[in-house]
């Protein structure tokens, strides 16, 4: 398994920016296909953006398209989130997964069974 931690959370007005940062242990981080999740409190946990491990390709949910950007660097086993025009709705626990068995370059996972990897997760806290 590959060890995950998260960190960039923190406590933001609506409209403003934080960036997520999940670092990655593990000589083949290269290779692994990486996504974040959110759960809020009484809800289940949500799919928000996946990247390849090619880097090449990425998707997002319909709820963050245009505001978050997933990127990856390979050099410092790290993949990040860039949340933009934050929202009350977009408070949650973020976590960052990893699937760690090679599956082709373009290919992105969306579903939380599809990963085997789990960060503990960083509040992200946003206020009207």
Known sequence: ??????????????GGSLRLSCAASGRTFSSYAM??????????????????????NTHYSDSVK????????????????????????????????AHGTRIPRTVV???TTEYDSWGQGTQVTVSS
């Not at 398994?1 to 609506?14: H, R, T």
């Not at 990127?71 to 976590?95: C, F, G, H, I, W």
């Open 1 to 14: 398994q590959v060890q995950l931690v998260e960190s960039g959370g923190g406590l933001v007005q609506a």
């Open 35 to 56: 996504g974040w999740f959110r759960q809020a409190p009484g809800k289940e946990r949500e799919f928000v953006a996946a990247i390849s491990w090619g880097g090449d």
């Open 66 to 97: 245009g505001r978050f950007t997933i990127s990856r660097d390979n050099a410092k086993n790290t993949v990040y989130l860039q949340m933009n025009s934050l929202k009350p709705e977009d408070t949650a626990v973020y976590y960052c997964a």
């Open 109 to 111: 996972l969306i579903r």
